[in-house]
């Protein structure tokens, strides 16, 4: 299977079960539209009469040549013969885990799929120490041979139990050297609550920081407001530039939420640039397509649009020597991970859980609330294997839509939480997320495409 | 070639045959959290 596409002036071609990305010319471009294996050895006459309305002939003979060549090399047309690899990890140690450590806000954003903090459950919680501790002997007891253990810190806002986080942090360490394990310790805060002895010790002990702000102040405090209406711009972009400061700029982001208010939202990743962030993620909404925030279909052209412009800004930032990361543009082309990590994606409900303050057992912090996938409580012992199990058997060949996607080994079969939210079942994508996804990938691959091309020197500036 | 410029190494079938040892991280970890994201992870192998 190929996907090719025209952006930004260049022709690229994905192959898709190779992973090979090839930038054609016109008279390729065209071609491949005409011809697919079993190639001969030479042009089809019919192909050749039909190419010459347009392309000189000498051409198309010596594109076929080219095409077959790839194809033999096994990096064009390559055939899909992952399914058997689709048993691997199924019986996956749990090696990741979101403590929903607080749910409670002191923020009330207008589109949080928590609720506010309590996930639409009408219970605000604090995670005790004690239902912590047995969440992480859980991890470090089913874990396997895993050595790195990951473990978020999120909420609700979790610096509100920050007493808490501190202690559990110090109880993973203590336990690491008798397992034989790491803690990767993250966490994801709203940044009301952050003060230099919190910065410091979230700068000592976590491997990553994500800080959630929208953009431009405008754009955020619409959104994101506190309890009194106000909005928390002013409040928080200092800190967050102080604690990034702090880390060496290194292993945070700036964290987004886009919506239909902003459709601009490259302006908003320009603004966090501007305000000396370099590691940005900026996200589209995810919610009830009622409300006047949401994201539908109807928004997807001007979504589209707004990505190809940003990754035209990117491209234009990175000539004059800015860099910075758009989290959903990176892609390693060379090395990223494998064929087998891509099946399944995010791993959640089989390498990844979510625990609720009162100990409860879900397979991510999406999912918290929907009784149907309750996995188990920790404080009861309880793990149900079974939708361990279900999950483990959600990958990219278990997914009608996806196993024909030609984006399928870039997100690996999307978010099983939108799957189910939307559409009621994990295994029927979310055709609003999927078209979202192709588009950011597309752009992705062409940010890449473009580099090469200027190193090759057939893209002038 | 003139006409067709490749530009990655397009080595995913070989990674198969070694991958699966489960030592990256899970994606949704890193900043999604209500989006999927698989391929900008790094393989840790």
Known sequence: MIHKYKLNGLNIVLDVHSGGVHLVDDVTYDLLDNVSPPFEEECPEWVIEKMMRFHDEREVVVCYKEIVQLYNEGILFSEDDYEKFASYSVASPVKAMCLLVEQDCNLRCEYCFASAGDYGLGKRMHMSFETGRKAMDFLLENSGDRENLELDFFGGEPLMNWDTVKQLVEYGRSREKEFGKRFRFTITTNGMLLDREKMDFINKEMSNVVLSVDGRKEVNDRVRKRIDGTGCYDRIMDRYKELVELRNNENYYVRGTFTKYNLDFANDVIHLYDEGFDQISVEPVVSEPSMGYAITEKELPAIFSEYERLADIILGHDRQGKHFNFFHFMLDLDQGPCAIKRLRGCGSGNEYVAITPEGDIYPCHQFVGIDKYKMGNINEGTFNTDIKKEFASAHIYSKPDCRKCWAKFYCSGGCNANNYIYTGNILTAHKLSCEMEKKRLECAIMIKAAKAAQEAGILSE | ?45
């Open chain 2, 1 to 45: 070639m003139k006409h067709i410029i490749t530009i990655n190494s397009a080595n995913l079938k070989k990674t198969a045959a070694k991958g699966g040892c489960g030592k990256c991280q899970a994606s949704c970890q890193s900043a999604c959290k209500t989006s999927c994201t698989v391929a900008n992870q790094k393989c840790e192998k």
